[in-house]
């Protein structure tokens, strides 16, 4: 990473409820063209992991935003007062950048 650089990340939350519903009803792990799934994503991530690779990277998070992929899911978590969150949220954004170093 350059100096004053920084790393934009786009992290499919691993702990959708669509992907939970499918492990826990259906037995079923199925890779698609697009989405969480996404055949071509080698790696998946909860919020809490994603920002932990960040961290244990040496990054100094920034900048962090959910997204959800529908309307009534936002107004879900916000009737659960945030409950059911991080089953809602379908991709989170982080930014990073190299960690401040404190000189002594």
């Not at 379908?90 to 950048?97: A, D, V």
């Given at each position: 990473?350059?100096?004053?650089?920084?790393v934009i990340a786009?992290?499919?939350?691993?702990?959708h409820f669509s992907i939970?519903?499918?492990i826990a009803l259906?037995?079923?792990?199925?890779?698609?063209?697009?989405?969480i799934l996404d055949f071509t994503?080698?790696?998946?991530?909860?919020?809490?992991t994603a920002l932990r690779l960040f961290t244990d990277s040496g990054l100094d998070i920034d900048f962090v935003k959910?997204?959800?992929?529908?309307?009534?899911h936002r107004n879900v978590n916000i009737l659960t007062m945030g409950i059911l969150?991080?089953?809602l949220v379908?991709?989170?954004?982080?930014?990073?950048?190299e960690a401040t170093k404190i000189s002594m």
């Open positions: 990473l350059s100096v004053g650089g920084y786009s992290i499919p939350n691993i702990a939970l519903l499918d259906r037995d079923e792990w199925k890779y698609e063209q697009a989405g994503h080698l790696r998946f991530f909860t919020r809490k959910s997204r959800f992929a529908r309307k009534t969150r991080k089953f379908f991709q989170t954004l982080i930014r990073g950048r």
